[in-house]
């Protein structure tokens, strides 16, 4: 890996110092023959909730790992505070972007504290395998997530719920800018999917970029900032919920006939599917 | 409860009580160093030749006859590599378990065991040597080219899946494992020292043949420790060690590298010792959880505790006769793993 062009300040084209920023520039990414994103072009809102959302098999997961480079696009590039991932080293985009997985793989005997303690890494060198700072994120991502009484459990003895907080717990502690979250609802029941939605106003408030891939759009309506609705591989709108989640949308994106009605407790859009005739 | 009674115990619910956090790291690394001084002072005292606890005193104050202190030195010798063997093996264990996440993985997994008696065969056969210091320099390469050949042919760029490798193990090794039978079988002389190298004894061992492997054990250790962190992550699947900035294959790449010069060196040394790189690190989840960081530690020690004990029985079982190390390490490993096994505490 190249020497560090990586350094956090970077000057821009126009001379003024660039603000934080991740965006996708006409990246084209598949797995072998298959493209799944062509020619896409996003930018990431700071400091927002985003929402991904969009049918099965558009591209959502694709997406968000590409942001966080653990897929290469064929073409295009992604831009941290705009410089090529390519030229960053690895750990000092760990050190900004954080990626929680669809379903990452919990190796038995794993304890919360020793999963979230995981989440440093990216500050870590082979000899400095303990830094100043890490007892604190890690308190502080536990105890945010309200896995600290947890903290000595075995993750595969927790229930479905509270091993999601756990893995939460270890992006957080990555301490990075932008929390990526592929799907972080599935698989929960109801409960516990408005608990992690909750969390996740809770990060952006504590003034991080958190971007979640999500499956329900009333859900993406009510609780995200802003919702970015993708449609085989391309993005075919973005912007407030109450904009962009329309009867015509839902129609054209999911082919769903619908009436959107607002939500009773918050306004916002609300996806009601119409009555089979 | 009576105040003052006990410190940090009754901090902690007594139902759940660090169900799986297990005990302190140092506190294995302790309980490890009290076991390995047991055997080790054993280890100096029993055996045949008749010299007992008094006369080993006397050697080790100085003023004994030549024969005690011959006694003492050889069991001196084999008694450190025993435990630096041993503490190879668990090492290597620890490593090739991380990273195939295989409950069955050992050192053998990736050909070092096949690799080394191809080698120490083809050797013996076409340049008739019978064992002894030359089949170190034998073994060493033959064992690393071996799991060279693995990776190779188990190398898949962008997979995940390290079940090629796994197979790719099992192929060489059953290669190999042929062509040593067939050898064995046409050459009578290759057969008989061929068995006495394949079983791992310590009885020979002796501070020319350690120097000799030392350094590929301290790269081996090095390796490992610097791949202990990047397994951690690696253990949550390729996408999150990805995420958190982990180099995957270099950390995959290191940690074989490291876990095949630590079973390299140890197999050169004293022949094939089974077991002790399959259950030792068993033994160390079962202590200190799925930390690589606390794992490596422990293993160490208790690796060399293991097989110094081991020794140790080997040297009494037959009294007056000894057996092999080799033949030993499965019957003193088995209890400890089998028990480990029962309180569900083995994971992978």
């Known amino acids: 890996m190249s020497e560090p062009e990586s350094e956090p300040v970077t000057g821009s084209v126009n001379g003024s110092v660039s603000q934080p920023s991740l965006r996708a520039e006409r990246v084209t990414v598949g797995y072998g023959t298959h493209v799944v994103l062509s020619d896409l072009s996003l930018t990431l809102p700071r400091g927002r909730f985003t929402a991904v959302i969009g049918p099965n098999g558009c591209g959502k997961s694709t997406l968000v790992r590409t942001f966080a480079r653990t897929l290469l696009p064929r073409s295009g590039e992604v831009l941290l505070d705009g410089v090529p991932l390519g030229r960053w080293k690895p750990k000092r985009i760990a050190q900004r972007v954080a990626l929680l997985p669809q379903s990452p793989v919990v190796p038995d005997g794993v304890t919360v504290r020793s999963l979230v303690a995981r989440g440093r890494h990216p500050y870590h060198s082979a000899l400095r395998q303990w830094v100043p700072g890490d007892q604190e994120a890690i308190d502080v991502s536990m105890a945010a997530t309200g896995v600290t009484d947890l903290a000595h459990e075995s993750l595969t003895e927790l229930s479905g719920g509270q091993r999601q907080r756990a893995w939460i717990a270890m992006v957080l502690a990555q301490d990075t800018d932008y929390v990526l979250l592929d799907e972080p609802t599935s698989f929960l029941d109801l409960a516990h999917q408005i608990d992690v939605l909750h969390l996740c106003q809770d990060i952006r408030d504590r003034g991080r970029t958190v971007v979640a891939v999500l499956h329900d759009l009333n859900q993406a309506a009510r609780y995200a900032d802003h919702v970015v609705v993708m449609r085989e591989g391309q993005v075919a709108a973005s912007g407030m919920p109450s904009d962009v989640i329309t009867a015509d949308l839902v129609r054209d994106v999911f082919s769903l006939e619908c009436e959107i009605g607002p939500d009773p407790q918050a306004g916002t859009p609300m996806v009601v599917p119409l009555a089979r005739s | ?348």
């Open chain 2, 1 to 348: 409860m009576r105040p003052l009674a006990s410190s940090t115990r009754s901090e902690v619910p007594p139902t759940r009580a660090n169900r799986s956090g297990r005990v302190t790291p140092v506190s294995a690394i302790v309980l490890a160093t009290g076991l390995l001084i047991v055997a080790g002072a054993v280890s100096l005292v029993v055996g045949n030749g008749q010299i007992g606890f008094d006369r080993v005193g006397m050697v080790l104050l100085g003023g004994a006859d030549e024969y005690a202190g011959d006694v003492v030195a050889a069991r001196i010798s084999r008694t450190v590599m025993g435990a630096v063997v041993g503490a190879a093996l668990a090492v290597s264990g620890v490593l090739i378990q991380g990273v195939t996440r295989n409950p069955l993985g050992e050192p053998g997994l990736l050909g070092v065991t096949m690799g080394a008696s191809a080698s120490v065969v083809t050797a013996t056969a076409l340049f008739g040597f019978t064992g002894g210091f030359a089949s170190v320099w034998v073994a060493l390469p033959g064992a690393v080219l071996a799991v060279a050949v693995t990776y190779l042919l188990g190398r898949q760029s962008g997979s995940e899946s390290v079940i090629p490798l796994v197979l790719a193990g099992a192929v060489v090794s059953a290669v190999l494992g042929a062509y040593v039978q067939a050898m064995i079988l046409v050459d009578p002389t290759t057969f008989d020292s061929y068995r006495h190298w394949v079983v791992g004894s310590l009885a020979g061992a002796d501070f020319d043949t350690l120097r000799a492997v030392l350094p590929a054990l301290l790269l081996g250790v090095v390796l490992a420790w610097v791949c202990t962190s990047g397994l951690n992550s690696v253990a949550l699947g390729e996408d999150v060690a990805v995420a958190l900035g982990v180099p995957v294959a270099r950390v995959r790449l290191g940690s074989i590298a490291g876990a095949t010069l630590l079973a390299a060196g140890a197999t050169a040394a004293v022949g094939p010792i089974a077991f002790v790189g399959l259950a030792v690190p068993h033994l160390v989840r079962a202590l200190v959880g799925a930390d690589h960081r606390a794992q490596l530690p422990v293993a160490l020690v208790l690796g060399a505790a293991v097989l110094v004990a081991s020794d140790v029985a080997a040297r009494l079982v037959a009294w007056p006769q000894e057996l092999m190390v080799g033949v030993v390490t499965a019957f003193v490993g088995a209890p400890f793993l089998l028990a480990a096994v029962r309180r569900g505490k083995v994971t992978t």
